[in-house]
């Protein structure tokens, strides 16, 4: 699906509609409904390209660059995926936690979970799961990322420079 069909002419995620999407598409709703049984599964859909952003193309010496390094480039390239739609990004995010639909909070801390823990491969981090260290580190970054992601929703500067400032701070101690 190409994303610029849930653009809506008043600019919020909370104004989308699927059947206006189906139309912009030229298919029958139905057809939407094939792929997607709600606007939180678009939601997730879009999250999914940041989450393959983050696990894909690493630069050759990738592995030889300290982990609060990998990690620094592995965050970057999941707000770098949706930094061009960064408002309705974090629309999104706030749809999710809308009081009335508690029904996507559940789902939501399982995805964040599984989030840190693709982060952790992605960035190639030693250990075991089921350690002391790792259920640390996971408690860590989960905090890590929750808070760089408050930090990246309002970050207007070029090139996402607050948000990558932000990272680096809270990543150097753990040289």
Not at 53 to 64: R, S
Not at 90 to 117: A, C, D
Not at 147 to 166: K, N, P
Request: charged share 25%; net charge positive; aromatic share 10%.
């Amino acid at each position: 699906m190409s994303w610029h069909v849930l653009r809506n002419q008043r600019g919020r995620w909370s104004a989308v509609r699927l059947h206006d999407v189906a139309g912009r598409l030229g298919v029958p709703t139905s057809q939407v409904l094939d792929h997607f049984r709600d606007l939180d599964s678009v939601a997730n859909a879009w999250f999914m390209l940041a989450l393959k952003a983050m696990v894909g193309q690493k630069p050759p010496n990738f592995l030889e660059l300290p982990e609060w390094r990998r990690i620094e480039l592995c965050l970057n390239a999941w707000f770098d995926a949706l930094a061009p739609h960064r408002r309705i990004t974090g629309q999104m995010l706030r749809g999710k936690l809308h009081l009335p639909h508690l029904h996507h909070w559940v789902p939501m801390i399982f995805n964040l979970s599984r989030t840190i823990q693709w982060l952790r491969e992605a960035a190639q981090l030693s250990g075991e799961y089921e350690t002391d260290k790792a259920k640390r580190e996971e408690v860590g970054l989960t905090a890590l990322f929750l808070a760089a992601l408050t930090v990246w929703t309002r970050d207007d500067s070029a090139g996402q420079e607050r948000t990558r400032r932000f990272l680096r701070r809270e990543l150097r101690p753990l040289a």
